[in-house]
């Protein structure tokens, strides 16, 4: 007999119950086994490798709820005014994991692209996503992958079709509004894009009223050959809420997968970015920040698979802690034996505002080719002496020089996003993030 | 300010025992050292393990993971392979002998 995790256990008990898509057997099978796995596996603790850093006490002590479709509502206002200035998208928006259609743009798809909230696309199409859902996050992947594939509400599916350039954007706006109790919001995201094909994939996590809930997500990208996929993942949850996502893309020949992953909110996160370069001339990009204070603790961990020669990745990651913030970076490299003559770079540099702050970042390689160049490189510092004095002796006083330095340094990380409304509006919330945000402002 | 959170009563944590309280989700470890309580963060400074679990040694902690050794009254990491100190927390003892702990950083 398999013995049950008594967290998992209890997690099975409170969010059992019908979903859309339990009438095709395909589904209803899958959840099942999913749930098996989760109750053989439970959540990760910090005994595993992959965890130790990150203790998830904090949420397995709680009992998130399963949250109610009937209360997915927000203010329209509020939703409103998430929008990204100057920028058109076909905009879907979800409240606690549940698509709130009244939120969302009427007319979702354009010339060569579909998008449908996931329970509708297993209420009219089911068998098209048979070889899909869950087809690149594997259940076993962890206990947060297994729980999402048992109990996801919903999500959203995306196809774009070969040779589309969408030109618009897709946004998916996931919002977190306090809703009685705690509840475990789980979307899952399901993008094909088409060979040849060009899209962008905002996922944009949002806090509202301080929510104490949890966001469980799971995102699966198909890249076929020629594709090109930018993402933009944007986690702005509570200060009191809690995020887990993991990511994962194949990429086929010649494709491009660009990710960008900003994170500023959450008490505790961790997000998973995994790709596999599947097939010669695929090509990644890997860009992402971390901007923590309070007692934020912030977990990333990537993983770049070359599987195939020929094949490019870049990854660039920053991070700045103040406080008592805890961030984690861990990115994972690997290169099959037969993967000859790829590339690969990572750097992770962060900056330390205060004693109490703390970085553990570390890079794994793994190579089993010879012929290849890889390069990685890690820092931890604070902020350059030389570059303050320099601006201090232009007249700039110590305090602005400080924010100033900080806000090019995270600038580095946004300078590589292509959409400019975006960035424009990105750079808000950066400088807001930083200690010395009104002196900023005086000259940017 | 924070709020005062309860171990236990005093009789029930001897000598050279502790407890493990989840402080507004931070794992803090309360002691006794001869009737005086001490409290430090459930976090070896050396790579993260928990410090409960370990043995106590004059007055220390023992980490059970690598044995780094932390002194209890002042959090300080004594032995290598930790270098750095562990948090430490305010305690008090109520009329009733219910010992109290709290987290003041975020006050
Ligand atoms: S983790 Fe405590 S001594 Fe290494």
Known sequence: MSTVDPIAERLIERL??????????WIAALRSRAAERLAALGLPHTKIEDWKYTSLKPITKRDFARPDAASATADAGAVEALRIPGLETHRLVFVNGHFAAALSDRDLGAQGLTVKSLAAAFAEDPEALRDRFAALAPIDFSGFTALNTAYADDGAVIRVAPKTQVERPI???FLSTPQGQPVMAQPRVILDAGHHSEVTLIEHFVGLDDAANLTNAVTELKIDVGAQVTHYRLQRESRKGF?????????????????HNVQIGGQLSRTDINTALNAEGADTLFNGIYLLNGRQHSDTH?????????????????GILNDHARGVFNGRVYVAQ?????????????????????????????????????????????????????????????EAARGLLLYAFAEGTVEKMGLEALRTWLEGFVIDELPQAERVREFV | MTDWVDVAHRDEIAHKE??????????????????????????CTHDGAELSGGHVED???????????????????LTPPAYEATETFPVRVTEDGTVQVRDPRWD
């Open chain 1, 243 to 259: 995020h887990i996502a993991s990511i994962h893309a194949e990429q086929a020949e010649n494709s491009r997968y660009a990710s």
């Open chain 1, 16 to 25: 059992g119950g019908e979903r859309p898509g339990d009438s095709v057997d």
């Open chain 1, 171 to 173: 946004e998916l706006v």
């Open chain 1, 302 to 318: 990537t993983r770049i698979n070359h599987l195939a020669p020929h094949t490019y990745s870049e990854e660039s990651y920053r």
């Open chain 1, 338 to 398: 037969n993967a000859q003559q790829i590339q690969a770079y990572q750097q992770n540099d962060n900056l330390l505002l205060s004693g109490r702050a703390e970085i553990d970042t570390k890079p794994e390689l793994e190579i089993y080719a010879d012929d290849v160049v890889c390069s990685h490189g890690a820092t931890i510092g604070r902020l350059d002496d030389n570059m303050l004095f320099y601006l201090r002796s232009r007249g700039v006083d110590e």
């Open chain 2, 18 to 43: 502790y407890r493990v309280v989840d402080v507004d989700d931070v794992e803090v470890v309360v002691f006794n050292l001869d009737g005086e309580f001490y409290a430090l963060e459930d976090v």
């Open chain 2, 59 to 77: 007055e220390c902690i023992v980490c059970p993971r690598h044995g780094a050794k932390f002194s209890i009254r002042s959090g300080e990491a």
